[in-house]
């Protein structure tokens, strides 16, 4: 079964400050997608990457960048320069095929990591 | 691009009751995916429709259930209302499954009395 670990459930920084999420996944396929997604205080959850298990190119956009290792099955998540609006649960979130047939796919989410950033 | 659409955002049942929420995905999104949200458990997934049929669902009593009309539209649909029903509901559009990106509506928060 596929399961998704955010070790971390809240961690607080100091407004500038770099922070690194990190999010070890297991899954038994060889073709897998993995997400990031923000959920600030008012509940949607937001968006942020998406990656295929054959694409291990770090990525980065703004502020934000990405870690995919398949040697540690970790897609970490860091954030520079922290500001007071990057406060939100990050949720790192994995897909594979189930067990049930063609087409048959599932988002797992981890428990999530839960970020304050102090003024 | 209009995105996911959830109705009602808030709603106060009594154990017992039945509730019924819809979700309106993205135009041309196929896929749509059900979750509950709550503190103890996290993110679950309850159940996938795609064209018109369930196609995953997740590890909940039948009281749960959904459907998906011609047009994407999705309800979900609980009856026997109880106590750790209590939840945000998140409904997520795909284009066609979740290898696609899911892109997830503000939610219906759910209060059991």
């Known amino acids: 079964a596929q399961k998704v670990t955010q070790a971390q459930t809240e961690i607080s920084v100091v407004e500038k400050e770099d922070v690194t999420l990190d999010c070890v996944y297991e899954?038994?396929?060889?073709?897998?997608?993995l997400f990031w997604y923000k959920q600030p205080p008012s509940g949607e959850l937001v968006f942020l990457i998406r990656r295929n298990s054959f694409d291990e190119q770090n990525e980065i956009s703004g502020r934000y960048s990405w870690n995919f290792q398949k040697s540690t099955s970790s897609f970490n998540f860091t954030i520079t320069a922290s500001q007071v609006v990057d406060s939100a649960v990050y949720f790192c979130?994995?897909?594979?095929?189930?067990?049930?047939?063609?087409?048959?796919?599932?988002?797992?989410f981890g428990k999530g990591t839960k970020l304050s950033v102090i003024p | 691009k209009a995105g996911v659409t959830q109705t009602p955002r808030y709603l106060i049942k009594t154990r017992g009751q039945q509730v019924t929420l819809s979700c309106s995905p993205i135009s041309g999104h196929r896929s749509v995916s059900w979750y509950q949200q709550t503190p103890g458990q996290g993110l679950q997934f309850l159940f996938e429709y795609f064209s018109e049929t369930q196609r995953n669902k997740g590890n909940f009593p039948g009281r749960f259930s959904g459907r998906q009309f011609s047009n994407s539209r999705s309800e979900m649909n609980v009856s026997t209302l109880e106590l750790g029903d209590s939840a945000l509901y998140l409904c997520a559009s795909s284009y066609l499954d979740s290898r696609d990106t899911q892109y997830f509506g503000p939610g219906t928060r759910l209060t059991v009395l």
């Open positions: 899954t038994r396929d060889t073709t897998y997608y």
């Open positions: 979130a994995l897909s594979e095929a189930r067990v049930s047939g063609a087409g048959s796919y599932q988002l797992t």
